[in-house]
């Protein structure tokens, strides 16, 4: 090839290499999706399996995670950061296992709804989380195990800015470290 | 020029590239603001921008159409459609008053542009109709890229001759945009010119990006990112993108604000969850706690003479603006009364006003705070409006507002007579923030 012509077909790998970037985003993503939020998933998947001799069955601490993972979201009234006698028993599903495996770690993510100023509502957030941790560590989960994030509103679980929508948003995500 | 590509790939590759090439230059990411022009604003002054001479009709900048969609974007002025345009005169001595005058217009800028040596002159002149008399005559030095500046050069001048008040065409502004569902969700913050043109992004990441705030020389923008899964925050310097993370202590760190003269930002930290100001020196990393209340204390802003800070806290109940001294003793005095939600304060440029967020008749809406009077107005009339932003010539505040589920731009005459939406066709687009005046 003359050199013009392998310059060419470098600029065309290159320009292809470039268009490639936009439409590998996707999978990329979708499979960070899935890690984080099947983390459970995935490990009653190998347990079900169960012929390998690598798979392992849950352990007491994975199967009591996936067992409190379906609860893990406790939602305030307005202008509140009060926990609700309803999740009472959810807050304390949370600190039974936190003080059981002095290992595990809680990452509590505070959120609001839409209304108001947005870095005023980090603060309302972070107050939300804050209850929780206090609800936490009084039921003897050691101020290590937690870390507290506030969102504000940046993060809605859900969309609209009708009651409905903003009572959803208004909420203490518990996440557990893997 | 054209490259010649190996035999049978040629055709395929060559469309291939094209599109590739395409897709480069126009990412279809950044979403670009425009007027939405929903009404007419009452009082507005008719005035005629016709066509400058020089220029073909469809130009890649067409002057004329810049310097007339800024000063409607103003709400001061109401622009000739250019269907109802009787003539096309360049020049002063070209211009039949009496046509004008059947139309209704108070005012007219002509212009032409000419080369000039290797660059171009945009020369315009500014006449009352009524009178005939002329009150701009100026010849601007500008190329074929800059034509864009020029042109919001000339509104800024015209704006000026008419009303008092320099104009804020050639100013920028910062905003965030958001697109898509989490994970793959994409916060952009974003820099364009005041009209909206030339949007670029400054950063991107899929957690959240909020708080934009311009350095009183506006070559840099501090904002918080919380890209790392925690809040931190960024300055980053525009020219070269070259950013530092200048707070990212444990707990929160949010709601940055330059000092006047540059040096130190105001910031919102936590310890324990209780959110305090404090003011971070740049040059020395020292940093000061302002504020000590156990409430929520954030949002600061400088005073013009930077000697005291403006913020929101809710220690009396609920959210309001309060005053702190920086020197001395630090006792904060309350400094809104009126409705049970103030917020978010941003001075005027003259230092006389708080623009701010306030529960106005069971809606957020923007209010003006007249510090002297205590009077409070409300400029807005929808029910989520937040973060509004001064421009630097005062007349004007952008803010963050909702129109059919989604966030979108508006501008506010800062008198409250009129309100004009910067719509975009995607996503959402939040946290305004106007630059100053560029350094000449």
Redesign the interface.
Known sequence: ?KP??I???A??AL??A??QK?TQ??PD??A??TT?DAASTSGLGEAGAGGGSSAKPLTPQQQALADLQQKSIVYFDFDSSEIRAEYVSVVAAHAGYLVKFPSARVRLEGHTD???????N???G??R??AV?SALMLQGVADAQIT?????E??PAV???DEAAHAQNRRVELVHAQ | MLLRFPGTLRSFTSLALLACALLLVAPATEAQLRLDITQGVRDAVPIAVVPFGGQAEGAATDVAAVIANDLQMSGRFAPLERRDLVSRPTRGEEIRFEDWRLLRSDFIVVGRIEPDGTALAVTFELFNVRTGAALLAERLPSTERGLRATAHRIADLVFERLTGTPGAFSTRIAYVTVDGRPPSQRFRLVVADADGFNPRTITETTEPIMSPAWSPDGREVAYVSFESKVSAVYVQRLATGERRRVSARAGINGAPAWSPDGRQLALTLSRDGNLDIYTLDLGTQALTRITTDDAIDTEAEWSRDGRSLYFTSDRAGNAQVYRVVLDGARRAERVTFTNGYNARPRLSPDGKELALVTLDRGGYRIGVLDLESRNLRVITNARQDESPSFAPNGAMVIYGTRDRGKGTLAIASSDGRFQQRLSSDQGDVREPAWSPFPAR
């Not at chain 1, 839409?114 to 005023?120: A, K, L, P």
């Not at chain 1, 507290?148 to 504000?152: A, K, N, P, R």
Request: with cysteine.
């Open positions: 090839m013009i012509q310059l060419a077909v600029v065309l320009g292809l470039a268009c936009p985003v996707k993503e979708s960070t999706a984080t839409e209304r108001g100023s947005r870095e005023y980090i603060g309302l972070e107050r989380a804050q941790r507290t994030v506030s969102y504000g940046e993060r969309d609209g800015s």
